[in-house]
């Protein structure tokens, strides 16, 4: 009789350890799939001008699976990396899959063709548009208009300040990093078609300098924004 009992709770006990098992690995595949659908860059907004649940600042990464609820007179701008269209839209709830973004309850007040923003990982894999660009394991190399703009993106990107661009051993360029946003000076000379140029992101604190090589492609006009995706 004993021995009955002590494998009949035997029996049960692997059933309940089994099925704590199966109900914690459904856990973590439920866990794993929503920060996998919140992971992957969708969009960078640009401009919000009210309030939005959750907060979002411009230049501000959002995600695929990701919903952004707008005040009513909420406005917000925002690069959608899939189609390269710059969209302007009020209040609503702002989602995104993989290819599309979708407002309920908002309106769509501006939808245009922008240039696809070129970009560089300085650690990892970036995804833009669709094409994912990896870093070497020397430093990553970018092409961009004569008199680029620089938009920092990704977890560190708020550690740096400052931004340096060398030809060898030369100092051409310095100047600070408003809000993850550097723009070039208007009095500061274009860069060379043709010639690489070092570029260096100095941080506030201690994290090391981050380095990439940028090669202008000769044009003068303001082009698509770099993005520095810096993790």
Known sequence: MQTRVALFFSVANARLVFAVVIAMAAFG??????????????????????????????????????????????MMEFMH??????????????SFSGQRY????GKIVKTQR??????????????????????SKGASTLRVSSKPSFVLIGEQAAHYKSIRVNQ??????????????????????????????????????DDKPRVFILKPKGSNKKGAMALIRVD
């Open 168 to 205: 060898g051993d030369k100092t051409l360029l310095e100047g600070e990093i408003h809000g993850r946003v550097f723009h070039w000076p208007d009095g500061a000379p274009a860069l060379e078609k043709g010639k690489s140029y070092a570029v260096t992101l100095v941080s506030g604190s």
């Open 81 to 94: 990396y899939a189609t390269c269209q710059s969209v302007t839209i009020k209040g609503g709830r702002l």
């Open 114 to 135: 922008a240039e696809c923003p070129k970009s560089v990982a300085l650690k990892g894999a970036s995804q833009i548009g669709g094409v994912v660009l990896r870093s």
């Open 102 to 105: 979708f407002l309920k309850g």
């Open 29 to 74: 595949v439920l866990v794993g799939n929503a920060q996998a659908a919140g992971g992957t860059p969708a969009a960078l907004a640009l401009d919000v001008d009210g309030a939005t649940t959750p907060p979002i600042e411009p230049f501000t990464e959002l995600g695929r699976g990701q919903k952004v609820q707008l005040e009513p007179g909420t």
